[in-house]
């Protein structure tokens, strides 16, 4: 057997030859996976021949023959001397002539998402590497029998989506009053030699989806368009029927479309009506084109004319519309995911609520000593046994994430001690930039009605507002989660808005989610917003870390929103898993009206937070941990806690971990096992795989001698594999 080739002269195992890291071996992969028309099989890896984790350079499988069969399989040539670890994913091939830029192009539509990827060991011989050595084929997602399977994030393509709520349409005509009437979004590319080309979706049944308009071109496997409905049972998106879906009053509709030449797309809808007895075919009424020019924000609203086959106007179709592009110039790794990843021991986790809590309220006594959103009341935090800290990000004007909660400050317009409401000017955070905001004296909303600055140890850095998102991801203890709350305006029912003229929405979250992304490291992190359409941009964008939808639900302290998705927690649920987020975090206020709204939550397999200003109470803390929710958001800390050890339960965590890890590499050393019995070295080093992704997930590398630690594990474990050959 082979060795890695990375050890000392002096320690090297006398078993291998130098030119062994040129030789390769035949490895066939075989899986068992359900696609439709159009999809493909990949596997992907941790070497230059599976891609090294790239979805962009994975293998493509080959399907069997027998049209009955689900069978893929390839042969790929692994180096020899390496593990090899592995996903398969289904995706879209887009063939060069096809994509934007005339290289080829993988879209991942499902992948695997085990905690521990698939493997093939170059001690074979003493780890059972997988069924497809005794001639069965793997299952896709099915990993040490359990079966984890998500679906795929934004690699090139675009994700439009249609959203219909608030009776959106309007029939001008009363024959169409009270008659059930049905709705089919197509997508049309309007580049192909200026043809009216409809290019038609995934679907069995094409040549009947729209058998009443001229179709001129052959349909095609790409765009993608699939529809969902807030509701139980169809929730989850899912491919249209063949003449689309009969709107009832109240619904919350989303089409959801899969485009690679956004600015060449132009959405078909066309409108059915359904006659009352069901042996009739639906009869087209009429149609609306939505068109590219129509899109030219992240996110906005179009109202466009309903079309009779007459070519006269019969009503009107109103739209709310989000685009969701790519991060730009940043591929997403599929190594490992933490998107749905939530450990059963992670229950009643204490959040500190803006680190050490809120410091503006009317209340003095509910009040932080230590400014929120700061470096100072983060540490603070953590010192006192918070699990994570939640924080507040937006933009300032020169594109730097900071934390700050509200979107507007005061800044004050003259040099004078005592300063009034007049001397004070109300700007966005936005329009200013991260030194205007660090060198002005700012002032929040409520400091400004007294003139009088409730915090005066700026001079202190750790103590200064505005503290950058890379600042406080390299500073705070890396065993504190975060769970950073993304700001973005929202717009309430009456029409107004939180914010007027954003930033472009697609910029704004690229930004941040890179810094994250670059700069996390292994911390646990949690991302959320009220903004439902942000909690599915952000998932849409990566496919690393998990997110959660912040939601009043009913509530009488806040004025409520525009979109339904926020007005009650049912609908929260049925978002989550509509946009295949990790959970929802629900205000207190809502849950102590009706408790069995957790049990709801929970039992639909969600993880449940909880905000609030009712949560900073003892008790009240105590009955949501008795409720089963898996986090309590609140202030004061320092005061409501109630852990004897003042540590997040990520460092617990790791140190347990870590020293698993250590006592399993030491028995490999050793060869025998602390009764003096051998150790099965292959067992030995599967559970030392197992531990060391443990070890990974929790943050196990204390701090303090990580390094340290690493290199003891190094040095046992090269020992070991030359005592087992």
Request: overall charge negative; charged content about 25%; hydrophobic content about 35%.
């Amino acid at each position: 057997m082979t060795e890695t080739a990375n050890k000392s002269p002096d320690t090297r195992c006398k078993c291998i030859k130098p030119t062994m890291k040129y030789l390769r071996r035949d490895q066939i992969f075989r899986v068992k996976a359900e696609t439709i028309p159009g999809e493909s099989v990949f596997v992907v890896g941790n070497c230059e021949e599976l891609g090294n984790w790239m979805s962009s350079s994975a293998v493509r499988l080959s399907k069997d023959d027998d049209p009955e069969s689900c069978l893929w399989s390839c042969c790929v040539k692994l180096p020899q001397n390496q593990d090899v670890e592995f996903r398969y994913f289904v995706g879209v091939y887009i063939e060069p002539e096809i994509a934007n830029d005339g290289a080829k192009q993988i879209i991942v539509r499902r992948w695997e998402t085990s905690i521990q990827p698939r493997n093939i060991r170059i001690d074979a011989e003493d780890v059972n590497i997988g069924e497809e050595e005794m001639g069965k084929p793997d299952i896709f997602g099915s990993v040490q029998s359990i079966t984890s399977i998500e679906r795929g994030w934004l690699t090139s393509e675009t994700v439009i989506q249609l959203k219909l709520f608030n009776n959106p349409l309007q029939l001008w005509k009363k024959r169409y009053e009270g008659k059930k009437i049905s709705l089919k979004v197509t997508p049309v590319n309007l580049a192909r030699n200026r043809s009216s080309e409809t290019v038609l979706p995934f679907s069995e049944n094409i040549d009947e989806s729209m058998d009443t308009h001229d179709q001129v071109d052959a349909p095609e496997v790409w765009p993608l368009t699939e529809i969902a409905v807030m509701n139980e049972e169809k929730r989850k998106f899912h491919l249209q029927e063949q003449f689309g879906h009969i709107y009832s009053e109240g619904e919350f509709v989303l089409f959801q479309i899969c485009v690679l030449q956004l600015e060449s797309m132009a959405y078909l809808v066309d409108f059915y009506l359904h006659n009352s007895t069901e042996e009739d075919p639906p009869t087209l009424i009429g149609f609306s084109y939505i068109l590219p020019s129509v899109l030219r924000k992240s996110e906005g609203q179009a109202i466009v004319p309903v079309t009779s086959t007459n070519h006269r106007p019969i009503g009107q179709l109103t739209v709310e519309y989000l685009v969701v592009q790519p991060i730009e110039n940043f591929s997403c790794s599929m190594e490992e995911t933490f998107s749905r990843m939530w450990k059963p021991s992670w229950q009643g986790l204490d959040v500190g609520h803006r680190g050490l809590g809120t410091s503006f309220k009317l209340e003095v006594q509910l009040c932080s000593d230590i400014r929120e959103n700061t470096i100072a009341s983060l540490k603070t935090a953590a010192l006192h046994g918070a699990d994570l800290v939640e924080f507040d990000v937006q933009l300032s004007k020169d594109l730097v994430p900071v934390l700050y909660h509200d979107f507007h400050v005061c800044i004050a317009m003259k040099r004078k001690q005592n300063l009034d409401i007049n001397d004070k000017l109300q700007l966005p955070v936005k329009e200013l930039t991260l030194e205007q905001l660090q060198l002005l004296k700012v002032y929040h909303l409520k400091e400004s009605t007294t003139g009088i600055s409730k915090f005066n140890n700026e001079d202190h850095e750790d103590h200064q507002p505005f503290p950058t998102l890379q600042k406080v991801l390299e500073v705070v203890d890396p065993h504190v989660g975060f769970n950073i709350e993304i700001k973005w305006t929202m717009q309430l029912q009456d029409g107004s808005y939180e914010l007027y003229n954003p930033f472009d929405l697609n910029m704004y979250l690229d930004i941040m989610l890179k810094v994250v992304l670059q700069h996390a490291g292994h911390r646990k992190i949690v991302f959320s917003c009220f903004h439902p359409d942000v909690c599915t941009m952000i998932r849409l964008k990566q496919n690393k870390y998990p997110v959660m939808f912040l939601t009043q639900g009913v509530t009488k302290k806040y004025a409520p929103y525009h979109d339904p998705r926020t007005h009650s927690i049912p609908m929260a649920v049925h978002h989550a898993h509509n946009a295949c987020i990790l959970g929802i975090n629900v205000h207190t206020e809502d849950v102590l009206r009706d408790s069995t709204q957790v049990k709801l939550a929970l039992d639909s397999g969600l993880i449940v937070f909880c905000w609030g200003d009712d949560n900073n109470c003892s008790s009240t803390i105590k009955h949501l941990k008795n409720l089963g929710l898996h986090g309590i958001i609140y202030d004061k800390i320092d005061k409501f806690g109630t852990k004897e050890v003042k540590e997040s339960i990520f460092l617990v965590e790791a140190r347990e971990a870590q020293n698993n890890l250590l006592n399993v590499v030491q028995k490999m050393g050793s060869g025998h096992s602390s009764t003096g019995v051998p150790v099965d070295v292959g067992t030995t080093r599967q559970t030392l795989s197992t531990l060391s992704v443990s070890a990974h997930n929790t943050s196990a590398v204390i701090s303090d001698g990580g390094g340290a630690f690493e290199s003891t594990i190094k040095e046992i474990g090269k020992d070991s594999q030359c005592k087992s050959k």
